[in-house]
């Protein structure tokens, strides 16, 4: 790559904010970024320097060099389909999703065998695949059915608890603490 000369290196210089405006203005029709739009129309200019020398009316070259890459980019948007599914839409999630889940998994059955007096039983029947009732749930505990919404709320603060601790919940938005 060549350096560019001093005449060429003005031309870019007093051209910047005009393909800079230019680009902003068309980009948005275009659905492209402004920034891309921009970039292809500095290819074109640094092409025609190479080829000879600066466009004799920069002003209308930049306008219609911009306008032609954002039609450039309709079209070429126009023609494009995206994939039926992509690797990363799998609902399995390929195996480090199945090796996140499954740490999860044992991060929360973990957890729920510290939990104390009858929460691990609790927890454990609620979730157990088979989705029992809470009738079949306080069956198996040996508690009235009344009882056990309470048990669990205890249980499930408890178990919040504990995972605060362990696995940074996601806050509001998806964000991180």
């Not at 970039?39 to 306008?67: I, K, M, T």
């Not at 390929?94 to 929360?108: H, K, N, S």
Request: hydrophobic share 40%; net charge positive.
């Amino acid at each position: 790559m060549t350096l560019l000369d001093d005449s060429a290196a003005d031309v870019v210089s007093a051209l910047r904010p005009l393909v800079s405006a230019e680009a902003t203005a068309e980009a948005l029709g275009a659905a492209m970024d402004a920034g891309d739009l921009e970039q292809a129309v500095w290819v074109r200019l640094f092409e025609q320097l190479d080829g000879g020398g600066p466009p004799p009316d920069a002003a209308r070259w930049v306008r219609s060099a911009v306008r032609a890459e954002a039609r450039r980019a309709r079209r070429t948007a126009a023609r494009e389909r995206p994939y039926g599914t992509e690797p990363s839409a799998d609902p399995a999630g390929g195996p480090e999703r199945a090796a996140l889940r499954a740490e999860r998994r044992r991060t929360l059955r973990a957890a729920v065998a510290r939990t104390p007096g009858n929460c691990p039983r609790l927890l454990t029947a609620m979730l157990s695949p088979e989705d029992p009732t809470y009738r079949e749930i306080a069956g198996e505990l040996g508690i009235s059915q009344g009882s056990l919404g309470p048990m669990r709320s205890r249980c499930l603060g408890c178990l919040r608890r504990m995972l605060t601790t362990e696995v940074a919940a996601p806050e509001h938005g998806g964000k991180e603490r």
